[in-house]
């Protein structure tokens, strides 16, 4: 066993070895025989109440108890059934007296375990009888440890009143669970119940964890009166799981001193115990070879897991940046009609690429709305990916930056569509997460027959080239007019926008660095923060021409001209 951890006078412990090998060693005496009443101890601090025969988990009323040398020299000694010290292995059966009178009636015997202990009970009767007297144990399989699944209390209070959802949790046992098999191949047809029955949500949606319990018991009868179920008293519970974590309630005793447990009756009785770890200890050699296996189990995982993922980092081309963006259409606002969907592309300029299977356009799933605030909203959650390169030729040249354009569209019961809006996005020249609302328009015509064709038979005006939504990459003309094209202001579409780049320039020295930083000073250009910038050098240029030049002049021409010529930048 590896690490402990303790809490609420129970020890959490973790073994990498099977749980067969787990033993305890338990010695049980009656420090106090029937006597006078005894003063009652006061409850410690940190350790549970102590409780008597009334509380089946005898184990939370065991107290640590520290037995002098002095008092055990006066102490008369014992007769054998007031000490008694066993070797418990784990789910090892030890039958207690009680156990023994009721299975060796075979009319008391009905399930396949009843008549397995019958058996089991004869032939220790033949043998002589059983060994132990008063340690006894219940194993998983035991109907003690089912009572105690669905009795166990939640809180330390005497009188506790169980909630619904203890109620409704004690009917569920967290141990094995008999599920058959399913086939991989099989394909589940209903993916969600809508009437679950009670055994659906028992096995479904509670969590799960299959656990084995065993109880070392202790008979604290009176000597003679031995096999009294009301004399039971818990000494300790162990629960292993499937992950090889063990429960040990009380821990275990080693420096701490005995437990103890009263009895109250006809007169009290104290009882001390105590329980050790009797598991056969590893040797060094069997040790040191486990922790090779395990190195060398953990090595071929690490290089299984480095051959899926690879050593190499991927890294573009010398000279190329690229352009990564998990995108998503998130929802699309104030539009006229219901059933939205959203129809988009990409349009990459000059000097940039992308691989042969990219796909560059998509449309999204047909989505109702629904009614936020004043606004008919409709909720896409579309995700798109893009893995873009560019890769710079020409210093001179200068760049530009992916746009994305889309259109929102309509449609009805009758199949009819209708164009609801048209926009376009270009993609964000910096790194990171962008959430972008971009307002759309569409074209509309003079009078009313338009939209009453709009209206009863669907269809409008249309745009036969989307990239006429900005200025076309095509167009080589000097001037773009829209003159007399009229639009009309529709709704607006909300991207989320996750932007990663990549370039060998950043790890390279700080000349390449710098070059590609103007690359990217260059591609954010268009951006309105940029053109500010550049606006307000211009000026920052042109006042210090204008100062060297002031500066050039006559002294006595700067003093005449400034009182009668006003600066060309000043207002």
Known sequence: ???????????????????????????????????????????PLAGPKPTGKADRAGSAGAVPLGITAASRAGARKPPQDEEEEAEVGWQEKLF?????????????????????????????????????????????????????????????????????????????????????????????????????????????????????TMYIMGDLGPYGKLGHREYENVLCTIKVDGNGVITVKPDFTDTRGAYRIEV????????????????????????????????????????????????????????????????????????????????????????????????????????????VGWDNVAYFCYPFTVDLFYTQEDEDSLPQWPVLYFEVLSLDFWQRYRVEGYGSLVLPASPGVHVLTIPTWRPVELGTVAEMRRFFIGGSPELEDLTYIRIPSTFKGKHFSRFGFRTETTGSVTFRLYCLQQSKAFLENSALRQRMQSVLDRLGGFSQQSSVYNVLEAFQRARRRMQEARESLPQDLINTSSSTVPHPLEP
């Open 1 to 43: 066993m590896a690490g402990a951890a303790q809490c609420g006078g129970s020890a959490v412990y973790r073994s990498r070895d099977p749980v067969r090998n787990l033993r305890l060693r338990v010695r049980l005496q009656r420090v106090a025989p029937a006597g006078p009443l005894l003063p009652r101890a006061p409850p």
């Open 96 to 212: 207690s007296q009680f156990e023994v009178d009721l299975y060796l009636n075979e009319s008391a015997c009905q399930t396949p375990l009843d008549w397995q202990y019958h058996e089991e009970i004869q032939k220790l009767e033949k043998a002589g009888g059983r060994k132990n007297c008063r340690i006894f144990t219940y194993t998983d399989h035991d109907r003690f440890t089912n009572l105690e699944e669905l009795c166990q209390k939640v809180t330390d209070l005497d009188h506790e009143v169980p909630s619904y959802l203890v109620e409704r949790m004690a009917s569920v046992r967290r141990r094995r669970q008999d599920r058959r098999p399913v086939e991989a191949s099989s394909l589940k047809t209903k993916i969600i119940t809508w009437e679950p029955s009670e055994e659906f949500i028992k096995n479904n949606h509670v969590i799960n964890t299959p656990v084995q």
């Open 264 to 371: 109250d009756g006809e007169k009290r009785e104290v009882w001390e115990y105590t329980i050790e770890n009797a598991s056969a200890q590893v040797q060094p050699e069997e040790e040191e070879r486990e922790q090779r296996v395990f190195r060398d189990l953990y090595g071929r995982h690490r290089d299984y897991l480095s051959g899926l993922v690879g050593s190499d980092f991927e890294m573009p081309l010398p000279g190329t940046l690229r352009l990564f963006v998990n995108g998503e259409i998130v929802s699309a606002q104030g539009y006229e009609y219901d059933n939205l969907y959203v129809h988009f592309f990409l349009e990459l300029p000059n000097q940039w690429s992308s691989s042969p299977f990219q796909q560059l356009s998509g449309v999204t799933q047909t989505c109702a709305t629904k009614t």
